[in-house]
C-alpha cells in the first residue's frame, strides 16, 4: 500500500505503474506478461500505534485493489471527484460495486490510461560522433563499459557512477562518449547529452540541454512522478516544465545563494528517477566551459547515495589535472580515491595512426609518412585527421593534374585556356595548332 497526499498524484502512480508494466511487457515478449491490478480510495484511515494505517478506506482500497483486472487502475467515485477537475487523466463509470466488508455499495470508475512508449534517439551530436570510424581505444572503452555494467548492470545492485575524461582537444573524447553511448542504446539504456558552449546560451546549459528533450517526448504522467515534489524549482533550468506539468508548484522567490543547490538536488532527483525508469546514460561535453552552478550538479550527482542505474560521464579539455577548475568543484582529489572516477585520454600509439591514416585515405601509409605525422601530431586524432584530409586533397589534385597532362598530350584539352578544344579556340584567342591541333575527335564545349 501507497499512501499519498493528493489524489491526483496517486492516480498518476496508478497509471504509471501500469505504463511501466506494459512497456516491460513490449520489451520482454518471450516473458510472461506482468498484470497489475492497482485501487485507489480517498478518505480519513486510522492509524495505529506503529503508525501503520487501518479502518474502512483502506479496506475499500484494498478491495477495489482485488475487483480490478490485470493492468486496470479502479478508483471510488470520492478520488475520482477529488482527481477529475484537474483534467490530468479521464475516468469511465463503472456504476456501484458491492465490496465484501462494507455496508454501502461503493460507485467505482476505472481510469482511462493508455500505454505510452517513448523511443529515445541517440543524441544528434553523439549520433553524428559515432558515424566515424573508431580506431584503438580498446581500454578506454573497457573502462567506459566497466562503469556502465557497475551502474546498470544487475538492477538490484545498481549503483550509479560518476566518471570524468580529461584530455587535449581533438584527442577523442566526444567520440569515445559516442562509442559507450551506440552500446547503452542498443540495450535499451537512455542516452541524454547536454553540453557547455565558449559563450554559454545560460545558466545549467549542459544540463538544460540534456533534459529538455526528454522533458518534451516523456509521457506526463510519467514525468510528474519523476519529478516529485521538489521537482517544481527546476523550471529556472526546464521551462518547458511547466507546461508539460500543469501546477507544479516551483518556490514563488529563490535567493540567488540557495537556488544553484535547490537546482542540483532536483535535478539528481529527476534523474535518479527516470534512471529507475530506465538506466540512464549522461553524458555532459565540454565541461571546462561549465559554469560553477552546472558543476555543482556533478557534484550532487557524486556525492548523492540514493542507488540508480545512471552513469553521469562528463568530458571536459584539461591537459593538466592538477590544476583543474572542473576537479576542483567537482569535489575531486585526482590523488585520492573517491566517488568519482578520473581518466585522462591520450594520443594514438603509432600503430593506430597508421591504421587510422589507411582508414581515412584508403592506402596502407608508408612507415615514414607514419613517422612523419605521428612525430606533428603525437596521436591526436583530430590532427591526424586533418593532415589525412590534405594529403587526400593533394593525391587528388596530383590525380587532376596528370589527368589533365594526358587530356592535353592526347588533344582533348586546349593548352593554351586548359579548357576542352575545338579548332579555333576563341576563349583564348588562340587557333587550334600543334598537338591539339591534332586532335582525332575534338569534344567541344559552347565556350570554346
Ligand atoms: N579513436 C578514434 N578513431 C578515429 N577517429 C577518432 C578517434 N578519436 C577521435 N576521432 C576523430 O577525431 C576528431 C576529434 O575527436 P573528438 O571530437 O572526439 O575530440 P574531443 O576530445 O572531444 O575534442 P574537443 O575537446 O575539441 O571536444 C573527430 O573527428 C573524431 O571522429
Ligand atoms: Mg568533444
Given at each position: 500500500?501507497?499512501?499519498?497526499?493528493?489524489?491526483?498524484?496517486?492516480v498518476g502512480c496508478g497509471v504509471v505503474v501500469q505504463q511501466q508494466a506494459a512497456r516491460h511487457n513490449a520489451r520482454h515478449p518471450e516473458a510472461e506478461a506482468l498484470g497489475v491490478r492497482v485501487g485507489i480510495h480517498t478518505g480519513e484511515p486510522l492509524v495505529n500505534d506503529e503508525g501503520r494505517l487501518f479502518g474502512v478506506p483502506v479496506v475499500i482500497a484494498a478491495r477495489l485493489c482485488a475487483a480490478a483486472e490485470g493492468g486496470q487502475v479502479l478508483v471510488s467515485d470520492v478520488t475520482r471527484a477529488l482527481a477529475a477537475p484537474r483534467r490530468?487523466?479521464?475516468?469511465?463509470?463503472l456504476g456501484e460495486r458491492v465490496l465484501k466488508g462494507i455496508a454501502e455499495p461503493v460507485a467505482v470508475a476505472a481510469v482511462d490510461w493508455a500505454p505510452e512508449e517513448t523511443e529515445f534517439a541517440l543524441p544528434v551530436v553523439l549520433a553524428a560522433a559515432a558515424a566515424g570510424p573508431l580506431v584503438g581505444r580498446a581500454a578506454e572503452l573497457e573502462w567506459l563499459e566497466g562503469l556502465w555494467a557497475e551502474a546498470a548492470g544487475a538492477a538490484a545492485a545498481a549503483r550509479r557512477r560518476v566518471a570524468l575524461l580529461a584530455g587535449d582537444p581533438g584527442i577523442g573524447k566526444t567520440r569515445?562518449?559516442?562509442?559507450l553511448a551506440g552500446g547503452v542504446q542498443e540495450r535499451g539504456g537512455l542516452v541524454l547529452y547536454g553540453r557547455c558552449d565558449e559563450e554559454p546560451t545560460g545558466p545549467y546549459q549542459p544540463l538544460a540541454e540534456a533534459l529538455d528533450p526528454y522533458v518534451a517526448a516523456v509521457p506526463r504522467a510519467e514525468l510528474r512522478q519523476q519529478l516529485g515534489p521538489a521537482g517544481g524549482v527546476l523550471?529556472?533550468?526546464?521551462?518547458?516544465?511547466?507546461?508539460?506539468?500543469?501546477?507544479?508548484?516551483?518556490p514563488a522567490r529563490l535567493e540567488p545563494e540557495t537556488e544553484p543547490f535547490l537546482v542540483a538536488e532536483a535535478a539528481e532527483g529527476l534523474?535518479?528517477?527516470?534512471?529507475r525508469t530506465t538506466p540512464?546514460?549522461?553524458v555532459l561535453d565540454d565541461l571546462h566551459w561549465a559554469d560553477a552552478a552546472s558543476l555543482l550538479v556533478v557534484r550532487q550527482l557524486a556525492r548523492g547515495t540514493a542507488p540508480a542505474p545512471l552513469l553521469v560521464l562528463g568530458c571536459y579539455r584539461e591537459p593538466d589535472v592538477g590544476r583543474s577548475r572542473v576537479l576542483a568543484e567537482v569535489g575531486v582529489d585526482p590523488r585520492r580515491p573517491g566517488p568519482v572516477r578520473h581518466r585522462t585520454v591520450t594520443g594514438l600509439p603509432a600503430a593506430e595512426v597508421a591504421e587510422l591514416l589507411a582508414v581515412l585515405t584508403g592506402q596502407a601509409p608508408p612507415d615514414e609518412l607514419v613517422g612523419t605525422v605521428d612525430a606533428e601530431t603525437e596521436g591526436n586524432p583530430y590532427f591526424v585527421g586533418q593532415l589525412a584530409g590534405n594529403l587526400v586533397e593533394k593525391q587528388l589534385a596530383r590525380k587532376?593534374?596528370?589527368v589533365a597532362r594526358r587530356a592535353r598530350s592526347a588533344g582533348w584539352i586546349c593548352a593554351g585556356c586548359a579548357r576542352s578544344w575545338s579548332p579555333g579556340c576563341w576563349s583564348c584567342s588562340r587557333s587550334a595548332t600543334g598537338p591539339a591541333a591534332r586532335a582525332p575527335t575534338p569534344k567541344a564545349t559552347p565556350g570554346c
Open positions: 500500500m501507497i499512501t499519498f497526499a493528493s489524489a491526483v498524484d496517486a490530468v487523466h479521464r475516468f469511465t463509470p569515445l562518449a559516442a562509442a523550471t529556472r533550468v526546464l521551462p518547458r516544465l511547466a507546461t508539460r506539468v500543469p501546477h507544479l508548484a516551483g534523474l535518479v528517477a527516470v534512471a540512464t546514460l549522461l587532376v593534374g596528370r
